[in-house]
Antibody
Framework: EVQLVESGGGLVQPGGSLRLSCAAS????????MHWVRQAPGRGLVWVSR???????????TYADSVKGRFTISRDNAKNMVFLQMNSLRAEDTAVYYC??????????WGQGTLVTVSS | QSALTQPRSVSGSPGQSVTISCTGT?????????VSWYQQLPGKAPKLIIY???KRPSGVPDRFSGSKSGNTASLTISGLQADDEADYYC???????????FGGGTKLTVL
């Protein structure tokens, strides 16, 4: 059974940092692109970032304009983990963050989400 | 780049059919057959119900169907049931940045 389990969310002050983790199991992790998608309270889904299956490939990461330069996605294929380092956090980054993946251009699998609240 | 355009809400009575539209551009919805649809119940993670425009994952009832014409994709739910009441989101791969775009979401109310 495929499982994605996010962790690392919490309350952080504006300008602060947080590192989200997503532990994957039940599939060959190293073969899959991994994504982060967020959802602000009462709002819709927004794609945040993607990391390719092969970190050595050119342009193996990509970001939404709203987080580029502040967020960094990475993965550890040996540990079946994907991470999202979030720096210079703003109130508008408050959201539930989901890690997600799929066999094609869709998201077959989602984690349960982890809530990030940016507030003083 | 703006999100894909969905109606904010639709409604229907049990047994009826409803269709939710998702309008993009020739760079996303119109340019690729990589439109997917997700059902999200309150407080839950999204669930894939349609991928590659019209394919259903295993376990999704055939009451759910997808199609595309030009830059607009559509999700049709036939034989509405009470537990279909949820938020529905479309998503499309895009050849330009950002490479994945979601619609704003549509709230389905079963009357």
């Amino acid at each position: 059974e495929v499982q994605l389990v996010e962790s690392g969310g919490g309350l952080v002050q504006p300008g602060g940092s947080l590192r989200l983790s997503c532990a994957a199991s039940g599939f060959t992790f190293s073969n899959f692109w991994m994504h982060w998608v967020r959802q602000a309270p009462g709002r819709g889904l927004v794609w945040v970032s993607r990391v390719n299956s092969d970190e050595s490939s050119k342009d193996h990461t990509t970001y939404a304009d709203s987080v580029k330069g502040r967020f960094t996605i990475s993965r550890d294929n040996a540990k079946n983990m994907v991470f999202l380092q979030m720096n210079s956090l703003r109130a508008e980054d408050t959201a539930v963050y989901y890690c997600a993946t799929g066999t094609g251009y869709e998201y077959d699998y989602w984690g349960q989400g982890t809530l990030v609240t940016v507030s003083s | 780049q703006s999100a894909l355009t969905q109606p904010r809400s639709v409604s229907g009575s049990p047994g009826q059919s409803v269709t939710i539209s998702c309008t993009g551009t020739s760079s996303d919805v119109g340019g690729y057959n990589y439109v997917s649809w997700y059902q999200q119940l309150p407080g839950k993670a999204p669930k894939l119900i349609i991928y590659d425009v019209s394919k259903r994952p295993s376990g999704v009832p055939d009451r759910f169907s997808g199609s595309k014409s030009g830059n607009t994709a559509s999700l049709t739910i036939s034989g509405l049931q009470a537990d279909d009441e949820a938020d529905y989101y479309c998503c499309s791969y895009s050849g330009s940045h950002p490479n994945w775009m979601f619609g704003g979401g549509t709230k389905l109310t079963v009357l």
